[in-house]
């Protein structure tokens, strides 16, 4: 008799199994099946988790959620009785008086600060990533008059704007020391290091949310200051013909919009460089009060770092404070009532407490969502998966009676049902894999329709959870028929009529 190559594994209960296999094709497919359906059932609740989890970040973010203050101050210049040229960072001493009053308050809690300044930046294109790149040409596409100068050079050199966040001494030291770097590192005024914001959420005009990381490496960055020019209007830095930077004017007194005069930069800008020293991949909770990530490209620095003068590229123009109260709203009112005490800064207060709290339950609510669906589907793949099994297994109860009658022993029997399973097992997780990996990228593709920038990833726990899920059961498939073989009567089996 020939073994075959089950037989000479796995011995004669191999053989067994494999001839038992090839007989019951129909009872065979519908166990197949049914592990397959459930494979599926599990990874798909994963995708689906995976699909919602930019949805629970805007949640988790917005309005100033992510901070975990209950009340926000802002501050700007007064512009009814500014100049023009006039900058937030020219009045430092009043944000500071302001900031040393609020700490008196009674029931309130400083968490920190951040100040808000925009510049003109160069950045090697190596640094910025592919996304981001195309991110930001659709912006401009969307944004930009077409005579505007585009952002990025024939090279992939970004050329535009950027946003400086300063933050206070506590929130820095607590930023760099989670990123590993040392802080005396970025203290030297004469080598200006900051850290690169690597994360960039915004919403185009056709609805469509994006999510990308903007830096693919750190590196030298140079900011510009533009000078001003009698008659003409800076619209932004861009490559000039001989590949160097330049600054686009508009022609104010021309009847068109489309006087264009370009200009290099070393003529009409000063600039100083700046080193991103390191990335951060999540936007810091001081920050989101400001909603940093929406930001393009975006660097962080100690408040030390500001300077005042429109000279300079490290002025800000806005400031916000934030605070935790034991009473939310009898804070905002002292808060408000300080901020009235100052001129040439306006301070605006805003209590975020229900705002937070909303968002907060919403991203719980999906969650909860999400943990309730995955358990259902992983019970309900469970029970198909055993229910076919344990009705495989009694249908087969005079089988199991005639092959212990010809002395198959206990140890045999197993190892023939394990043979069995474990086909059972391959060709179903095979096939369910399959078809689900299918769903994700399905799942996926729907997704970015709405969310650009995502890249496409398996949701490997869930993988996981469905492997173990399907080999548990198995087991359990086993230890069951096993305890019925056993527990049976072999002259009663064999009397009984298959069904």
């Known amino acids: 008799m020939k073994l075959g190559l089950a037989g000479r594994l796995f011995g004669i209960p191999g053989f067994v199994a494999h001839r038992n296999l090839s007989r019951s094709t129909a009872r065979g497919r519908t166990v197949v099946t049914s592990l397959a359906v459930s494979t599926v059932l599990i990874v798909t609740t994963g995708s689906l988790a995976v699909a919602m989890d930019p949805i629970m970040e805007r949640a988790q973010s917005s309005g100033g959620a992510g901070s975990g203050a209950d009340v926000i101050v802002s501050a700007h210049i007064d512009y009814s009785s500014a100049s023009n040229d006039a900058m937030l ?287 259902i589907t992983a019970l309900i793949a469970v029970a198909n998966v055993f229910n076919t099994l344990a009705n495989s297994i009694i249908l087969r109860t005079r089988e199991f009676a005639v092959l212990r009658s010809t002395g198959m022993g206990n140890r045999a029997f197993a190892r023939m049902l394990a043979y069995e399973c474990a086909s059972y097992a391959v060709r179903g997780l095979v096939i369910g894999l399959v078809i689900a990996i299918a769903v994700a990228y399905a799942l996926y593709l729907a997704t970015t329709q709405s969310f650009m920038g995502l890249a496409f990833t398996l949701p490997w726990p869930y993988l996981g959870a469905a492997v173990a899920v399907v080999l548990v059961v198995l087991a359990l498939s086993v230890a069951y028929a096993l305890h019925r073989a056993r527990a049976g009567s072999i002259v009663e089996a064999l009397r009984t009529d298959a069904i």
């Not at 005042?308 to 939310?328: C, I, V």
Request: proline residues 4%; charged residues 20%.
């Open 89 to 375: 960072s020219d009045h430092v001493e009043d944000l500071d008086h302001f900031l040393a009053d609020a700490r008196t308050l009674d029931g309130v809690e400083f968490l920190g600060s951040a100040r808000q300044g925009q510049t003109e930046v160069v950045i090697p294109g190596d640094m910025i990533t592919t996304e981001a790149r195309e991110v930001r040409e659709s912006l401009d596409t969307e944004q930009m008059p077409s005579y505007y100068p585009r952002s990025f050079g024939k090279n992939g050199t970004y050329y535009g704007d950027a946003t400086l966040f300063y933050v206070d001494d506590a929130s820095w030291r607590k930023l760099v020391n989670e990123l590993g770097q040392d802080e005396s590192a970025f203290a030297d005024p004469a080598h200006l290091r900051a850290l690169g914001l690597n994360t960039f959420n915004n919403v185009l005009s056709d609805g469509t949310y994006v999510s990308t990381k903007p830096f693919a490496n750190v590196g030298a960055v140079s900011l510009y200051t533009i000078q001003d020019r009698e008659g003409f209007l800076s619209i932004g830095m861009s490559e000039g013909d001989d590949g160097l930077p330049a600054v686009a004017f508009i022609n104010t007194q021309a009847d068109t919009d489309y006087d264009i005069k370009m200009l290099p930069a070393s003529e009409v800008a000063t600039s100083i460089a700046l080193e991103v020293a390191a990335l951060t991949e999540d936007e810091p909770a001081v920050l989101n009060t400001m909603a940093a990530s929406s930001r393009f490209p975006a660097f962080i620095l100690p408040e030390s770092a500001a300077a005042g003068g429109s000279e300079s590229p490290l002025t800000y123009g806005n400031a916000s404070f934030s605070f935790k109260a034991d009473d939310h709203a009898k804070a905002a009112e002292a808060l408000e009532a300080l901020g009235a005490t100052y001129s040439g800064v306006t301070f605006n207060v805003a209590d975020i407490t229900e705002s937070s709290r909303q968002n907060r339950l919403m991203m719980q609510a999906m969650q909860l969502f999400v943990l309730c669906f995955s358990v």
